[in-house]
Every structure is written in C-alpha cells, then in structure tokens.
C-alpha cells in the first residue's frame, strides 16, 4: 500500500489541476476566435447646441457643450485654454475657467492655471445623446428633501 | 579675364551669324517642336514634384508630418473629400507657384544637409518651420485654405452658433484670416507659448480704465460741484 502512495498523491494532483482548469474565468472574452474581427458600433455624436446645462451636484465639473473633436491638448498646446483662459475669454465669449483652476492643492492663488488642472479633459467631457452604459439610480439631493443652509 | 571672354565671344559670334547650312523651316520648326518638348518635360517635372507621393518619398515628410496629418478631417472625412500636401503648401496659380517653387529649393539643402532628419531635430525646428507657414498664410489671406472654402459659401446657419458668431465678426468683417484661428488643424502644434489666438482682442480695445469714477481726483471734483464756495 505504502508504494502506492505518491503516485495516488501525485494522481490526485493531477485530477485536481484539471478540475479546478475547467473553472479558470476565459481572459480573452467569451467570443470563440478571439482574433476574429467584430463589427464596431457606430460613432456617438456629441452634443454641439453650446447650451450650459445645469450641473447634477454642486462639485461637477461642468460639461462641454461643443465638439471638442482635433482639439489639440498636449504639453506644446491646449486648445481649451485658448478660448477659456482668463486673458481669451473676452475675445472668444467663452466662459473663463473657475478660479479654483487658478490656486494650488493648499489653496495658495497662482498667478496662471496650475499645471494640476491644466488637462481639461480630465474632468470635463463632452456628451452624447445616447443610452447610460450602466445603469444608475441617481437622485438629485434637491429632490431628496435635503433643506438649505439656514432655513431651520 | 581673356579665358572667360573668349568662349562667350564666340557663342555670340556664333547666334548673331545667319545659318549657313540650316534651312528655315528646320529653324523654326525644329525650335517649336524643341520648345513644346521643352515646355512639356518641363511641366511634368513640376507637377511631378506637387504629389503628395513625391512630398512623402522624403522620410522627414512622411514620419513626421503626413503621420499627423492622416488623423485629421482634412485627410479623412464622411465626404471623402482629401486635402493633400500640396492643396495646402504650394499655390495653385502658375506664378505663385513658380515663386513657391523656388523658394522650396531652399529645403533641398535641407534635404541634403540633414537639418530635420531626426525627430529631435524636427521638433526643435517646429516653431520656426510653423511661423514660416503661418506667414506665408498670413500675408497671401489663406489662399490655399480658400482654394476651397469660400465665406461665400459659407452657410452660417449650419454653422453652430459660436462659429457662426466669431465668423460674422472677424472673417466676414476681413479684420482676421484663417489661420489667424484656426492653426495646427493638419499637423500637431510646437510650443505654443507666446503665440496669441486670432481672437485675441486689440490692446487698445481691451481698456485701460476701470468704468466708474477714476479715483481722487474725479470724486473731488464732484464733491467741488455739489458744495461750491
């Protein structure tokens, strides 16, 4: 019996490696060829009325109400700053990034955009007309009965 | 000095002359015929050397600028209609052309010394390069960009309502240009820094004053109205 014993051992292995094998979740997705081409689904357009639409919750960033399509934002150019920087925004009607774009994590005011805000895209995203990826339940806090400061 | 005339001498002895063993028709014709042949290699050169195929033979064109220009809409767009190297950078008129064409001869030294060779050296060359064009646009009214737009055509209606605002002020006026504007829409922007957008407004139009009373002096005088004596 004794001799039996590391071949049953290593037999066992075996059969537990090829069991546990059949649960191993598939990494390259459930199609059969994963070379295969898929057809890819149409392009979104984006919303270009330039309407402001009002914010979900007071901290969101606002979105973008244009096309923002060949803007160039890298370290040689940013096209959003072009229009929307302090010193352009008369010349272009944009709306002037807020002043919090202006001060530094401690607060300290700068004298131009800090560089942590300076990839726009970032935050702020142009929108689509079109489906939720996923679903959510959001709810205004206004319509959750939230009172205003001072009102009690 | 004697060893430079002399063959000149000759050559003109040699034009002024009458043929002495030519006919005519042999002249004239044989000239006609020699400049056709003339005018039409000469042409095929030229046009040969306005395709896009001959700009991106060079690898400094290829790698670096129609790389960026091929993920733009004027190379790729829902009416398939293509901008191409020379639809923007050489005039269509013959003498503007011809002028274009002559001043490019400048970057077959380029080509030859290597002086963008590498992406490096491009990217440290880019502003300069930039500016060049930028002039050029600047000083022939964007020619080449209204080769074929057209603000007569122009339907500000379809345009959305900040472009049709910012066109009606400043393209139709003929105060700007395009590429006051709209720069870096074929290839990717140098450093920007320092260069102004084309809605920059006017130093003297931005005001020097704040509106309302210009401080003591006004307020005194004011003050010197309403209690007199």
Redesign the interface.
């Known amino acids: 019996m004794r001799q039996f014993r590391l071949p049953l051992i290593l037999g066992a292995c075996l059969a537990g490696t090829l069991v546990l094998a059949q649960n191993v979740p598939e990494l390259s997705g459930p199609a059969s060829d994963p070379m295969e081409p898929v057809p890819a689904a149409p392009l979104e357009q984006y919303v270009?009325?330039?309407v402001r639409l009002m914010r979900a919750y007071p901290e969101q960033p606002p979105i973008i109400p244009?096309?923002i399509?060949?803007y160039?934002l890298?370290?040689?150019?940013?096209?959003c700053l072009?229009?929307h920087k302090r010193?352009?925004s008369?010349?272009?009607?944009a709306p002037m990034i807020s002043i919090t774009h202006y001060m530094t994590r401690e607060g300290q005011m700068l004298a131009d955009v800090s560089p942590r805000r300076y990839f726009c895209t970032q935050c702020h995203v142009p929108q689509a007309d079109t489906d939720a990826l996923v679903g959510n339940s959001f709810t205004d806090m206004s319509q959750m009965g939230a009172a205003s400061a001072g009102s009690d | 000095m004697r060893w430079i005339m002399q063959p000149l001498r000759w050559f003109w002895r040699v034009l002024k002359t009458p043929a002495g063993s030519l006919g005519l028709g042999f002249l004239t014709l044989g000239g006609f015929i020699g400049g056709v042949v003339f005018w039409g290699a000469f042409n095929t050169a030229l046009e040969y050397t306005n395709t896009e195929a001959f700009c991106v033979s060079c690898h400094e064109m290829r790698d670096n600028v129609f790389e960026e220009l091929s993920h733009?809409?004027h190379f790729s767009n829902r009416s398939g209609v293509r901008a191409g190297c020379p639809d923007c950078h050489v005039p269509h008129d013959w003498t503007d052309k011809i002028a274009r064409k002559m001043q490019a001869s400048k970057e077959v030294w380029g080509t030859i010394f290597g002086t963008i060779n590498t992406r490096q050296k491009f990217l440290d060359h880019r502003l300069t390069m930039a500016k060049r064009e930028w002039a050029r646009l600047k000083a022939n009214d964007s020619l080449e960009c209204r080769n074929c737009h057209s603000e007569l055509a122009m339907d500000l209606s379809r345009q959305?309502?900040?472009a049709a605002?910012?066109h009606t002020k400043y393209l139709l006026t003929g105060e700007r240009t395009c590429i006051d504007c709209h720069k870096?829409?074929a290839h990717?922007?140098?450093?920007?820094t320092g260069v102004e957008?084309g809605?920059?407004?006017d130093e003297d139009l931005?005001g020097t004053a704040h509106p309302g009373p210009r401080g003591a002096e006004e307020v005194q005088s004011h003050l010197m109205q309403a209690a007199p004596g």
Do not use: K, Y
Request: charged fraction near 20%; proline fraction near 7%.
């Open positions: 270009t009325d330039d244009h096309s399509e060949g160039q890298s370290v040689n150019a940013n096209r072009s229009c010193e352009h008369m010349g272009a009607g | 733009t809409v959305a309502p900040r605002e910012i870096g829409i990717e922007l140098p450093d920007m957008p809605w920059t407004v931005q």
